[in-house]
């Protein structure tokens, strides 16, 4: 346990005497707590675990990670500061980012201990009180929101203390406070609106899709929100004059400690304050007395729901139809081995939350490049768009900067938390593997390399019209030249059979690099042959026939070559 856990571990523990009246066995809480925070310290955030390459050596210090993070969130709320002509207005702005971002953080991390009731099966059957367990678990959450609390609001604090001294520091203490209850109180309803309308089965699911926004909302924000950022307009905004500013309890908390500060109080300034210190405390009466027996409940169907799922499901009979990625595997693949590596692969994709979080951010970073290159100019219109000339480097830009999606796919097929499940394959009587690999392959382009053209080729036809078509087809014959060559050298192994730890070791800097040089090669290329239509033609159909040839080079991969990659 690092040293910041310890100490915060120590602050929860000093009402000992008030524990123990509670019938609380001390000895027990803190071995629970230790154990909790032991294995916070293991458990990476949210924002780590959609990195695209794993470190190599096992988490350790996730608790200092997240912290981090939070402090350089913290840093960003104060930009709040240079808006508005008032100190309400600055802080309304403040308490918005803050509790925006401080749900978010909540949802996407505080879910994994939350909805853990793994413990149980450990602490129930052992000689521990309920009490015990009740305040263990109160204390863990109180210890985990400090790790986000504190370092997310420190910035804030010491800014207001060096403008307006240290009685407008301690004003924001209190308020801090408040608006993390209000903020518990939204997450509670969001979650329990959440389990009533889709099954508790579903509810991780819906959860992960919320980290992947979540990422790429930070993402977007930290691309988009500085260059949007008029600064004149912005210290002249007075969020006092629209007319449904007084629906946020941002506004609340700002034109508190503004009345608070100056000593001077209005009926107005007056229902501010008590809304701002009365609503989050019955909120939080709200989350104990009649949100938490219900919440109870329905995290125990969580667990329960999986296997409820499965034992009530009536046996069918009938021939189902095929599915979706079926149909493409009967299309786009042979029968027998590569049509199991693609489905295989397929439904991996497509399922395995870790897959998810690692690859689909990067589906989103895409749309916020193109809304950047699209809208960075401000003299931009219509008809600058519909002009080929004009708008060449950003349509060899956004063919060939995509790629890097396929990148990640193709990096991560490999890659899996359970492994080992990878025995499988090698019990298949396969004369070679070379058909599960291209399978593999054939799965990740066709998931994320085909709606990507068929969007990019949407949009060119519908801007540029049909005499952009060569530079298409030349654009995609060259990603597709780019995604095989690079699929040789990162997808060596069965798919999904590789831990994460050491998985992508020593390799990544190089293929980082050597992605970068073919793209921007090709990229550079295809700039100045723009207006070569017979060459592209020419030159795309090259590429085309290159890439079937090693495509079927790789269905030759022999398990010696194979198990050469696995021993390295």
């Not at 899709?209 to 210290?235: K, N, T, W």
């Not at 199991?340 to 979080?357: E, H, P, V």
């Not at 970073?365 to 002009?387: E, K, M, P």
């Not at 095989?484 to 060596?492: D, E, F, T």
Request: aromatic fraction near 14%; hydrophobic fraction near 55%.
């Amino acid at each position: 346990m690092n040293k910041i856990s310890q100490l915060l571990l120590k602050a929860v523990l000093l009402p000992a005497p008030l524990y123990t009246k509670m019938g609380v066995h001390m000895p027990h809480l803190k071995a629970i707590l230790t154990s909790k925070l032991i294995m916070d310290d293991r458990r990476p955030n949210s924002i780590r675990q959609v990195q695209q390459n794993k470190n190599e050596k096992a988490v350790s210090n996730a608790t200092l990670g997240t912290m981090f993070i939070a402090l350089l969130t913290g840093l960003f709320f104060l930009l709040a500061f240079m808006f508005g002509n008032s100190y309400a207005t600055s802080l309304t702005f403040y308490f918005s980012f803050y509790i925006f971002m401080l749900a978010g953080i909540l949802i996407s991390d505080f879910t994994t201990v939350l909805i853990d009731v793994r413990d149980n099966y450990i602490l129930l059957p052992k000689p521990v009180n309920d009490k015990t367990i009740v305040v263990s678990r109160l204390l863990h959450i109180v210890v985990h929101l400090s790790k986000v609390v504190l370092p997310m609001s420190i910035p804030g604090i010491i800014t207001v203390f060096v403008q307006k001294g240290i009685g407008g520091a301690l004003l924001m203490v209190p308020l801090f406070i408040l608006a993390t209850l209000l903020t518990i109180f939204v997450i509670n309803a969001v979650y329990l609106l959440i389990l009533k309308i889709t099954t508790p089965a579903k509810f991780q699911s819906i959860i992960t899709y919320f980290q992947i926004f979540f990422a790429v909302l930070i993402f977007a924000s930290y691309q988009v929100v500085p260059r949007m950022i008029e600064r004149s307009a912005m210290q002249n905004i007075d969020v006092s004059s629209y007319s449904f500013i007084w629906l946020l309890p941002s506004y609340w908390f700002g034109e508190a400690w503004e009345s608070l500060y100056t000593l001077t109080f209005t009926a107005s300034t007056v229902a501010y304050i008590a809304a701002a210190f009365f609503v989050p405390a019955i909120a939080i009466w709200a989350v104990v007395k009649i949100f938490a027996p219900t919440f109870t409940q329905k995290l125990a169907q969580i667990n329960a729901g999986s296997s409820e799922q499965l034992t009530k499901q009536p046996i069918k009979t009938k021939v189902e139809k095929k599915s979706f990625a079926e149909k493409l595997a009967s299309v786009l693949t042979a029968k027998g081995a590569e049509r199991a590596g693609f489905l295989f692969t397929w439904k991996m994709m497509s399922r395995n939350r870790d897959f998810k979080i690692k690859v689909y951010p990067s589906i989103g970073y895409l749309f916020v490049y193109f809304f950047i290159f699209f809208f960075r100019g401000s003299n931009r219109n219509f008809d600058s768009f519909t002009d080929p000339e004009r708008m060449r480097p950003l349509f060899i830009g956004i063919i060939y900067f995509s790629t890097l999606l396929l990148i990640t796919a193709l990096q991560h097929i490999v890659i899996s938390e359970k492994w080992k499940a990878s025995w499988i394959w090698h019990l298949a009587p396969l004369q070679a593997p070379g058909k599960i690999l291209n399978g593999s392959i054939t799965a990740a382009l066709t998931m994320f390399f085909l709606p990507l053209a068929i969007l990019i080729s949407f949009i060119s036809v519908s801007l540029w019209g049909v005499a952009i078509l060569p530079n298409l087809f030349m654009g995609m014959c060259a990603q597709l030249f780019i995604c095989v060559v690079l699929s040789k050298i990162m997808v060596r192994k069965l798919p999904f059979s590789s831990p994460p730890v050491g998985a992508n070791s020593g390799g990544n800097f190089l293929r980082t690099i050597l992605f970068l040089f073919i793209a921007g090669s090709a990229g550079a290329l295809h700039y100045f042959l723009f207006n070569y239509n017979y060459i592209l033609l020419v030159a795309g159909a090259v590429l085309l026939a290159i890439s079937y040839l090693l495509i079927q080079q790789t269905k030759k991969t022999t398990w010696l070559e194979l198990n050469m990659n696995y021993n390295n």
